[in-house]
Each structure stands twice: as C-alpha cells, then as structure tokens.
C-alpha cells in the first residue's frame, strides 16, 4: 500500500549504482579495445581492466547467491539450458543489451572499488573453508551448462571472483553498519502528519516503524551515493567503451 519495506542496506545497494557510477556519463569514455579472445575491456579501476569475462562471472556468481537463497541448486542436463526458474541466470545476461551491460558493469566496478578499499584498511579477510566451500558448490551447480562450459571457467579464476565478491558483500555490511543512520520518533511523527492522506486515517503507531525504516534507508542511500563517488575519485575509474561499442562488437559464442 505504501511502499514501505523493511530496512535491509545491502539489498538496495545494487538498486541505485547505475545512477551513482553514472556510466557513460560521469567517467571518462576511451575507444573499447579487446582484451584476450572474445573478451572486451568495459572500464578500468586503477590498473585493472574488467571486461566481458569479468561480467559473465560476476552475474553469475550474483545470481547463483539468488537463487540458491533458500531454495535447492538448478539442475540441468548436460549441454542445454535449463527449463527452470533458474534459467534467466543465463538469458539476462545479454551483452548486446546496453542497459543489461551497464547494470551488470555497475555491480562489478563497485565490487572491485570496495574491495580495494577493504584492502588498503585492512578489513578482516574471508576464510579459506568459506571460499572453497562456494566455489564447489558454484561448480556443481553450473557445471551442466553449456554456457558455463562455453565459458571455460578455471577453479582458481572463480576462486578468485568469488573472494572479490564476498570480501566486497562483507564491507558493504560493515559500512552500512558504521554510518549508523537512526530516525527519532519526532522525524517519523512529522512526515507521518504532512502525508497523512496516505495513510488512510490509521493511528501513526500502526506505521511508525515502517516509516522510521524507509526514512533510513533513503538517508542511507544518499550517504552511500556521495562514499561511492568517492571511491571512483580515489581508484580512477573510467570507461573503455563507446555508446554504441557494446552492440557493435560480437562476443564470442
């Protein structure tokens, strides 16, 4: 009825990073060069060059913590695509598709801009047993799919993404923790009483928490907004892509 939801940071961080890395637009924009077979350079943070590959892996290892959550691993039969809720892991991820590109671009360069930044202060690293136990599972439940096998994804190079990614999850959750953003009673109250026709004359009591909540969390964005710019200040984050080079450049089959 009103929008309201409950107060997860991390889960609305991917919601808005398009428009916080502003891509395409904010960076600067370099000719798109090729970066091993098949594989096109998308941007640069500091020395590294993230590029298709990078993408497909990252979305996957993204989805496969989606789908996963809650619910057993997709099966599939040896060299097709599954017939299954879990068969978009694959379909969205289209690189000709420039919005699907910049949203999946998005998530991967605020991975490797926090992961930096988890390194330069030091942040508690992941254990081995929690890395090796995600690659296998990983392994196991995409090792069916002809995509995966296209592919041709090595345990040490999904080791590695995988440690990108958890290490990124984890600060995340650090950082949304030390702004500590609180809403008083008396915020909540007086938005409560200037949108009070939406609430269809109930008692402030019956929406008090969801409004404290929603009111965090768009604060939150904010803050988390402005440390982003900062980091694509700090670890030089640019393009390497034109407008139209995605759609222009065959991947490799």
């Not at 913590?65 to 809650?70: A, E, I, P, R, T």
């Not at 439940?141 to 999904?158: C, P, S, V």
């Not at 950082?175 to 609430?199: C, H, L, W």
């Amino acid at each position: 009825m009103l929008g309201f939801v409950k107060f997860k940071p991390v889960q609305f961080i991917v919601s808005f990073v398009p428009f916080c890395l502003g891509l395409g637009l904010c960076c600067s924009v370099a000719v798109a060069r090729s970066v091993g077979p098949g594989s096109q350079a998308l941007a640069q943070v500091g020395e590294e060059v993230l590029t298709t590959r990078h993408l497909e892996l990252d979305f996957l290892i993204d989805r496969y913590q989606l789908v996963n959550k809650g619910s057993s691993a997709p099966s599939a039969t040896p060299n097709s695509t599954p017939n299954t809720n879990q068969g978009h892991v694959w379909e969205e991820l289209n690189l000709q598709n420039r919005a699907v590109v910049d949203a999946a671009l998005s998530k991967s360069l605020l991975d490797a801009m926090v992961v930096r930044e988890a390194d330069a202060l030091g942040s508690a690293t992941i254990r081995k047993e929690q890395i090796e136990s995600m690659v296998a599972d990983i392994e196991k439940t995409y090792r069916g799919f002809a995509q995966w096998k296209r592919l041709g994804i090595t345990n040490d190079e999904l080791q590695n993404a995988v440690l990108r990614h958890l290490r990124a999850n984890e600060y995340l959750q650090l950082k949304t923790a030390s702004m500590g953003i609180v809403i008083p009673d008396e915020m909540a109250q007086k938005y409560f009483e200037a949108n009070r026709s939406r609430f269809g004359g109930l008692p402030f009591a019956q929406f008090k928490e969801a409004i404290q909540e929603s009111l965090a969390q768009a604060q939150l964005e904010v803050k988390l907004k402005d440390w982003v710019e900062i980091l694509k200040r700090k670890y030089k984050v640019r393009m390497l892509q034109t407008e139209s080079s995605i759609s222009e450049k065959p991947v490799s089959k």
